[in-house]
């Protein structure tokens, strides 16, 4: 679908055709379109655009990224359709690791994500600057989760010490957190069990968020370990969530004030 960059919606709609495309493909599972439509409301909420308290959680969390010994991405098909260039870019800054996990898993799917990738990024993974784990090396199961997103690599996710699940759920999210590793969430809804059971959640667009992780990865490398560790000690995940529904409701309260 041709869409002018002059509509209003323009960035909003193109994310759409991305979901779209990825559905057509065999990458996203239908509830992913379901999952999506959610982000955006809440997206609306916080007036898509990135707010200082998200900004906070991003800095936080590539501190956490910087001094990991063993960091993972986790994607699913969702990530994969909006954001997979930023994926890899943020993945190529660590360790390369990108960890395919997928709650309607199906092989189809798995070998569709596997294939996007191979496609778009071969030199990188020929040349090992990337790693695409999950698929045929799914051999470790996490502890107390039931569903197929407890089927994980042992080099990636099982072994990992820090985890980065964008647009994750909230089962998982809680046995990788009792596994004892720290998870960083990317989620738009700070209600959302995710949000409240990562060690860090960014209630940000996985698109506006990534690139900024980049960002601060980057500066970060040339942090020394006390400074990153400072920056971390001083973030409480749960006053920042409660700081960010705060802002929702002062946004809507002055938003009801305003001439329609």
Request: no cysteine; proline share 3%.
């Amino acid at each position: 679908m041709e869409i002018p960059k002059t509509h209003p919606r323009y960035e909003s709609l193109m994310k759409r055709e991305k979901i779209i495309e990825a559905l057509n493909k065999g990458i996203l599972a239908k509830a992913g379109l379901i999952a999506h439509g959610r982000g955006e409301t809440f997206d609306y909420l916080i007036g898509e655009k990135t707010t200082p308290i998200a900004l906070k959680s991003i800095k936080v969390s590539a501190a956490y990224l910087v001094l990991a010994k063993n960091p993972v991405i986790s994607v699913n098909g969702n990530t994969v359709a909006l954001a997979i260039d930023e994926v890899v870019e943020l993945a190529k800054e660590l360790n390369g690791k990108i960890e395919v996990n997928l709650f309607y898993r199906t092989k189809e799917r798995e070998l569709a994500i596997k294939k996007e990738f191979e496609e778009k990024f071969k030199e990188d993974i020929e040349t090992g600057k990337i790693k695409i784990l999950g698929i045929d090396d799914a051999n470790k199961q996490i502890p107390n989760l039931d569903s197929l997103r407890g089927k994980v690599s042992e080099d990636g996710i099982f072994s990992a010490d820090v985890v980065l699940v964008p647009l994750e759920d909230g089962d998982r999210t809680e046995a990788l957190v009792n596994m004892g590793k720290k998870v960083i969430s990317i989620d738009l809804n700070p209600l959302s069990r995710t949000a409240r059971k990562s060690t860090i959640t960014i209630v940000d667009e996985l698109t506006r968020a990534l690139p900024l992780l980049i960002k601060y990865v980057r500066e970060f490398k040339n942090k020394d370990r006390e400074e990153l560790l400072k920056i971390i000690d001083s973030f409480d995940n749960m006053k920042n969530l409660k700081e960010m529904i705060d802002y929702i409701a002062e946004r809507l309260k002055n938003l009801s004030l305003e001439e329609l």
